[in-house]
C-alpha cells in the first residue's frame, strides 16, 4: 500500500445545474479551510490475527501499474433519481473519471487529480477548471461530508488507508476475516472483512450520528488483484443509494 499513501489523495468540487448537484453525491464537493488532523482516541496494541489479516489484504489489494473500467451508475437521492455511464482510469500519478450521459453517451462532466492539482471539466458549459490540491478537504456522498482521503481509494480500489493504522482495533471472527474499528474525533468506520476482502464498510459522523454503509462485491481477477465489480453506497434504511457497476475492468500489475 505505500504506493499509495493517503497523504498524495485530493478533493474536487462540482456545482452547476440541478443534474450536477445530483451527480455530486457521487462525485465531489469542496469545503476549504485550514487541515484538521485526525487523532485516534485510543491504540492498541497489533495481534498476530491482526497481521494475519492485513498481508492478506495487503496481497489482495497490492499496488498496481495502472487500471481502467467502464462503469453505470444509477440511483436515488434527495428525491430524484441518477442514471449515467463512465470510464474510470487510476495509475500512481493521476487518477481520472469521465461521466457521460446515459441515452446519448455525451461526456457530461470529467474529473482528473494528481499530486498537484485537479482538472475538473464541464461538458455542458464547456467550461475548465484547474484547482490546486491543498484547496481540497472534503467530499459529498448522499449529503453527508466525508475526508476525501478515506473515499478516494474505494474508486481506486483500495480500503481506506485508516484500517492500516497501528491505533485501529481488529477483531478476529476467522481465518483472514473480522473487522477493523477505526475511530476519530470526526468519524467512526468499521470494515468489515472476509477472506482478505472488504465487503463492507459502515461509516458513523461522529458530529452528527448518522450512519452510511458502502458495499462492495465481486471476485479477484485472473491475477488475484481484487476490484469490485459493485459498489453500493446507501443510508441504512436504503432510503437513498448510489450503485455502481463496473464491467470491462482491466488492472496492470507490476513487472517482478
Not at 464537493?29 to 491504540?43: D, I, N, Q, R, Y
Not at 442514471?83 to 461521466?99: D, Q, R
Not at 472476509?194 to 452510511?212: A, H, L, P, S
Request: hydrophobic letters at 40%; one cysteine or more; proline letters at 5%.
Amino acid at each position: 500500500m505505500s504506493s499509495f499513501n493517503s497523504a498524495d489523495y485530493f478533493l474536487g468540487k462540482w456545482s452547476h445545474a440541478w443534474k450536477a448537484a445530483f451527480l455530486m453525491t457521487f462525485l465531489v464537493s469542496c469545503a476549504t479551510g485550514k487541515e484538521s488532523v485526525l487523532t485516534p482516541k485510543e491504540s492498541v496494541v497489533t495481534s498476530a490475527e491482526k497481521n494475519l489479516v492485513l498481508n492478506s489484504l495487503r496481497e489482495n489489494y497490492r499496488p498496481y501499474q495502472s487500471l481502467s473500467a467502464t462503469f453505470s451508475l444509477k440511483g436515488k437521492v434527495a428525491g430524484g433519481e441518477l442514471a449515467y455511464t463512465g470510464n474510470l482510469s487510476s495509475t500512481p500519478e493521476k487518477f481520472y473519471v469521465l461521466l457521460k450521459d446515459l441515452i446519448f453517451l455525451s461526456p457530461f462532466f470529467s474529473l482528473t487529480v494528481t499530486g498537484t492539482e485537479v482538472t475538473q471539466k464541464d461538458f455542458l458549459q464547456d467550461k475548465t477548471e484547474i484547482i490546486p490540491l491543498n484547496d481540497y478537504r472534503w467530499v459529498q456522498v448522499l449529503g453527508k461530508n466525508f475526508p476525501f482521503m478515506f473515499f478516494l481509494p474505494m474508486l481506486q480500489g483500495y480500503p481506506p488507508e485508516e484500517f492500516f493504522l497501528t491505533a485501529t482495533e481488529f477483531r478476529s471472527e476467522s481465518e483472514n476475516s473480522g473487522s477493523f474499528r477505526y475511530k476519530s474525533a470526526w468519524f467512526a468506520a468499521i470494515a468489515t472483512v472476509k477472506n482478505g476482502i472488504v465487503e463492507k464498510i459502515q461509516y458513523r459522523d461522529e458530529t452528527t450520528g448518522e450512519i452510511t454503509v458502502f458495499s462492495f462485491s465481486g471476485n479477484a481477477g485472473k491475477n488475484g488483484r481484487y476490484f469490485p465489480a459493485r459498489i453500493v453506497i446507501q443510508k441504512p434504511d436504503a432510503s437513498e443509494f448510489i450503485d455502481i457497476r463496473f464491467t470491462s475492468t482491466r488492472i496492470l500489475l507490476p513487472t517482478l
